[in-house]
């Protein structure tokens, strides 16, 4: 396969993470520049096994795993957080971060109770900076850790008579 030519990235969809899949997702690796820019998979993973609000996501190219995703959306809120995205340093630059926002959205609107999604990113992390700008995201600011805040507001819902 030549370089830069991949899957379709309409072939990227998000499963759960599995016994069968979860080493295949600690093993996901970024650039050595990347590498402060998010914690770990295998401590993402370990903080989803404790945590019930948080939803981990295997990102799929095909029968491939590429990247990893945690969100959560608790019922009794209206705002879902994506709080780790990352796709791996070899399947870099084919659009699947661009497809896997794509369905991680989808999937947070199908919940219907969600008004609006942040996402949090290093400010100096022009890539997820670009990614999240061109899905819609609008830059609210610092928080306390020194991290960028985006928010998606959610078109409303109509229901069909």
């Given at each position: 396969?030549?370089?830069?030519?991949?899957l379709?990235?309409?072939?990227?969809?998000?499963?759960?993470?599995?016994?069968?899949?979860?080493?295949?997702?600690?093993?996901?690796?970024?650039?050595?520049?990347?590498?402060?820019?998010?914690?770990?998979?295998?401590?993402?993973?370990?903080?989803?096994?404790?945590?019930?609000?948080?939803?981990?996501?295997?990102?799929?190219?095909?029968?491939?795993?590429?990247?990893?995703?945690?969100y959560?959306?608790?019922?009794?809120?209206?705002?879902?957080?994506?709080?780790?995205?990352?796709?791996?340093?070899?399947?870099?630059?084919?659009?699947?971060?661009?497809?896997?926002l794509?369905?991680?959205?989808?999937?947070?609107?199908?919940?219907?109770?969600?008004?609006?999604?942040?996402i949090?990113?290093?400010?100096?992390?022009?890539?997820?900076?670009?990614?999240?700008r061109s899905?819609?995201?609008?830059?609210e600011?610092?928080?306390?850790?020194?991290?960028?805040?985006?928010?998606?507001?959610?078109?409303?819902?109509?229901?069909?008579?």
């Amino acid at each position: 396969m030549k370089k830069g030519i991949g899957l379709n990235t309409g072939d990227i969809r998000l499963v759960a993470v599995t016994r069968a899949n979860r080493a295949l997702v600690a093993a996901l690796e970024l650039a050595p520049e990347q590498m402060d820019f998010v914690a770990s998979n295998a401590e993402s993973l370990e903080e989803a096994e404790t945590d019930e609000d948080a939803r981990p996501r295997v990102v799929m190219a095909g029968t491939r795993v590429v990247g990893f995703l945690m969100y959560e959306a608790p019922e009794d809120d209206d705002e879902a957080r994506i709080y780790r995205f990352m796709i791996d340093r070899a399947s870099q630059g084919k659009g699947y971060g661009k497809a896997a926002l794509r369905e991680v959205l989808g999937e947070i609107r199908g919940l219907g109770h969600i008004s609006h999604v942040s996402i949090c990113y290093e400010p100096e992390n022009d890539a997820a900076r670009n990614l999240y700008r061109s899905a819609g995201f609008v830059e609210e600011g610092l928080d306390e850790d020194g991290e960028m805040i985006a928010d998606l507001a959610l078109p409303a819902r109509t229901h069909e008579p």
